[in-house]
């Protein structure tokens, strides 16, 4: 499992291991982490052109260090110092016994244009708002510059705790963070502008303290994930019913259905206007000509993809017993103080639209505060709540507590119906005994990673997403 904890608790920590090491140590072991990552990027770093961009707390003086360290090594390094008053002295100290040089701001975007490698260390954990007004035309120009860029623990201008990014922020192609992964290192928008992400052991001691985000990895996925025993028959699998589609949509049923039968139940049952389409692709689904109360037993419902206007059914799901999966239409037609007052499992899963709508907000809100916005709507409905998206993020019933967050997609996934696919497989998952936040999060690791292998680099349609689940299925539990 990655993890990633919040300002506040990495600041407490950082104290606490302060306190038993010798003054500076910490920063240390951070610039020395953050010149090997910078060594390893150059592949030669004797003769390369290195800019330091350094703000005015430590985050620069990181920045600092490691540019010594690779003047040491042959490097032509210089600092673009924002406030000059403010660097860090020692850093700066040890950038010129090194042979380092330092400019001013005005030339910065001259000296970034001509480097081969600039190391953003303009703010770090220490950034409040977005970058300001003095910073931005570095940013610009590290961006346009063939340059690589590595930034310090965050891309400048970032938010750490949210992944929020008001204005300008430094795009780098590595971001070297220290001591435990942040969130906005692993939450869109924030996510885009870290580029690949490293991270340096400082000896910060976290395992006690709860995290924000909790990323699942291949081998929390396969202990996951349901396999059936010697004794197992369908019906011990568990049975997932679909209740989607309508005359208009009836490909939602069929696509939801697509994913059901990959996501490790024994059977699924289908009620709705679509059954001939349903059988027509998949004959061995159970089709139900009654309603999802009188359709037979089953240990999960899906209830929305193309369900249209018909609130009828998806009450019927609402109020049903078992686990249930409220994706789409049905987000809308659900009735809130029937999912409020449901006492089994219930999962909701919308796009940014379909969580905006609910919230009352607009779409960009959303997407620009993911985590807030899946917090805020577990927290309203007392349900888990899977928000899809570029980064899929999965809170607790509630909103407390680590939200997991998902980055196996792909871009390619933002193709019709693939959200359809999600909920079938999310469902089956519930149905085969998974909780409500592993099902939700096993699923869109899934999704995601079935979306990777089958698109390769080109387009896919959703029933191909569907199609690409088992091969992700078996990379994920023979450990990739
Ligand atoms: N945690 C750890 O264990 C370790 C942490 N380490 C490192 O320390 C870093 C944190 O350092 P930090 O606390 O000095 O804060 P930092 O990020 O440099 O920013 C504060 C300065 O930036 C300024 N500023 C603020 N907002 C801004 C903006 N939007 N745009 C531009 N400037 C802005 C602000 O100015 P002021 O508001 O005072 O005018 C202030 O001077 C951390 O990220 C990591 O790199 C490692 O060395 C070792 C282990
Ligand atoms: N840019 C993206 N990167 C990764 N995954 C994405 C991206 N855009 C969409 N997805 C994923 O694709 C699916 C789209 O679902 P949804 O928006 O409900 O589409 P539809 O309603 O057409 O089925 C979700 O699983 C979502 O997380
Ligand atoms: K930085």
């Known amino acids: 499992m990655r993890t990633a904890y919040s300002v506040e608790t990495v ?21 020395a982490g953050l010149a090997a990552a910078c060594a390893d990027l150059l592949g030669r770093v004797y003769g390369s052109r290195v800019v330091l961009l350094v703000g005015s707390g430590d985050n620069g003086g990181d920045a600092l260090y490691a540019g ?20 860090h002295a020692g850093g700066l100290a040890a950038l010129r016994r090194a042979g380092g040089t330092v400019a001013g701001a005005g030339q910065g975007e001259g000296l970034v244009a001509r480097a081969d490698l600039v190391v953003d260390g303009i703010v770090g954990i220490g950034g409040k708002g977005g970058l300001r007004p003095e910073a931005v035309p570095l ?21 750490a705790d949210t992944g929020e990014v008001r204005g300008a922020a430094v795009r780098a192609d590595l971001t070297v963070t220290f001591g435990t992964h942040k969130p906005g290192l692993l939450i869109d928008p924030a996510r885009e502008y870290a580029g690949s992400v490293r991270l340096v052991d400082i000896g910060l001691e976290l395992e006690a303290v709860p995290p924000e985000l909790e990323a699942l990895q291949h081998a929390d996925v396969a202990r996951l994930l349901p396999v059936p025993g010697a004794e197992s028959d369908k019906y011990r699998r568990g049975v997932v019913g679909i209740a989607a589609g309508s005359a208009r949509y009836p490909g939602a049923a069929v696509l939801a259905v697509s994913g059901a039968l990959r996501g490790g139940a024994g059977a699924v049952r289908y009620v709705g206007p679509a059954a001939d389409a349903v059988i027509a692709r998949f004959p ?11 359709a037979g037993r089953v240990q999960a419902w899906v209830v929305g993809p193309g369900a249209g206007e018909d609130a009828a059914t998806v009450a019927e799901v609402v109020a049903a017993d078992v686990p249930v999966l409220i994706d789409a239409d049905g987000l809308r037609l659900a009735e809130p103080a029937a999912v409020r007052g449901r006492t089994a499992p219930t999962l909701m899963t919308p796009h940014a639209g379909e969580a905006a709508a609910l919230l009352g907000v607009s779409r960009e809100e959303v997407e620009g505060g993911r985590l807030a916005a899946v917090r805020e709507l577990a927290g309203r409905y007392g349900a888990v709540v899977l928000l899809k998206g570029s980064t899929t993020l999965v809170a607790s019933a509630g909103g407390q507590g680590a939200v997991r967050v998902n980055a196996t997609g792909t871009s390619w996934l933002a193709t019709a119906g693939s959200g359809d696919v999600l909920s079938g497989l999310a469902g089956s998952l519930l149905a085969a005994g998974l909780s409500a936040v592993d099902a939700g999060s096993c699923a869109a690791y899934l999704h995601g990673l079935a979306g990777r292998l089958t698109a390769d680099g080109a387009p896919v349609g959703a029933h191909d997403v569907a199609a690409g689940v088992p091969a992700a299925w078996r990379d994920v539990v023979r450990g990739g």
């Open 68 to 87: 010594a360290r690779l003047a040491r090594r042959g490097a032509g390094v210089t600092a673009v110092l924002l406030n000059p008053e403010r660097a």
């Open 11 to 31: 600041r407490t920590a950082e104290r606490e291991l302060m306190a038993r090491l010798p003054e500076g140590a910490l920063m240390q072991r951070a610039a």
């Open 139 to 159: 940013a610009v120009a590290a961006e346009r510059s063939r340059a690589a860029v590595v930034a310090v623990d965050l891309p400048s201008g970032v938010d």
């Open 284 to 294: 061995e689904t159970l089709v139900s000509d009654q309603g999802p109360a009188k």
